[in-house]
């Protein structure tokens, strides 16, 4: 019940802004597909949900939340309203796996560590509005904006662990996926350069997915649930085609 009251709370959101982005438009109302390439930075430790997953496994694995920046791809699509507001809708894809190591045990007789892959997915969906202060017809065209996003995503952790017993070392593949709805702010430069454009952005999402309970991830003292942190930066090179 709980799932299915999150899926469509995530669909309404979207859904507000997409019908706006696609309510009729003057016949002059120019258009853009943009194409992007840049990376991830997920959101620092320091910055991360206090249940999130990756902040519990740091107390008995070896590894850095920065060791997820990865490369990302994304186009989108923008409907100029007027000479100063563009709307959009916009997809991406984001994958990196990181490897990690227990803190305190290793293989016994031959001192390997003990070794496990972290992986997150994120297939982001993006509704935004965006504000050019300085109009579309000129040198530069930069802009700011913010919307809604709505984030597939999965992560897994893969490899060897150490059962509770301390002793024990399992070999495991624990899964979770869903989506999870947030926030979305954008700024970057555009330059025109006849019906095509280039151009650099940043977008910072904020979002948190829940695990499943089934698959003994990580959870902070006192809670049952684990939760995944999808909050972080993307910084992109684009490419546009106006038409």
Request: net charge negative; charged share 15%.
């Amino acid at each position: 019940m709980r799932r299915a009251m999150k899926t469509a709370l995530h669909a309404c959101a979207l859904s507000l802004v997409v019908t706006a982005v696609m309510r009729p438009m003057p016949a002059a109302a120019q258009q853009t597909i943009t194409f992007s390439i840049g990376g991830f930075s997920p959101r620092a430790e320091d910055a991360r949900n206090g249940q999130d997953v990756l902040v519990q496994d740091r107390s008995f694995l070896l590894f850095n939340v920065s060791d997820l920046n990865g490369a990302t791809i994304g186009g989108e699509w923008l409907i100029g309203l007027g000479n100063n507001f563009d709307a959009g809708l916009g997809i991406g894809f984001y994958q990196h796996t990181a490897l990690a190591a227990d803190r305190f045990n290793e293989f016994e007789g031959t001192g390997d560590p003990i070794l496990a892959d972290l992986k997150l997915r994120v297939v982001p969906f993006n509704a935004t509005f965006r504000w050019l202060p300085l109009g579309r017809h000129g040198a530069i065209e930069p802009y700011v904006g913010g919307g809604v996003g709505v984030f597939g995503w999965r992560y897994s952790e893969t490899g060897d662990f150490v059962a509770d017993d301390n002793v024990t070392i399992i070999h495991g593949n624990f899964v979770g996926s869903g989506s999870a709805s947030g926030p979305v702010v954008v700024g970057g430069l555009r330059v025109p350069l006849g019906s095509w454009s280039i151009g650099g952005e940043l977008k910072y999402q904020s979002a948190v997915g829940e695990l499943p309970s089934n698959q003994g991830f990580a959870t902070a003292p006192g809670s049952s649930v684990a939760k995944i942190d999808l909050g972080g930066l993307t910084y992109s090179f684009t490419f546009g085609v106006r038409f």
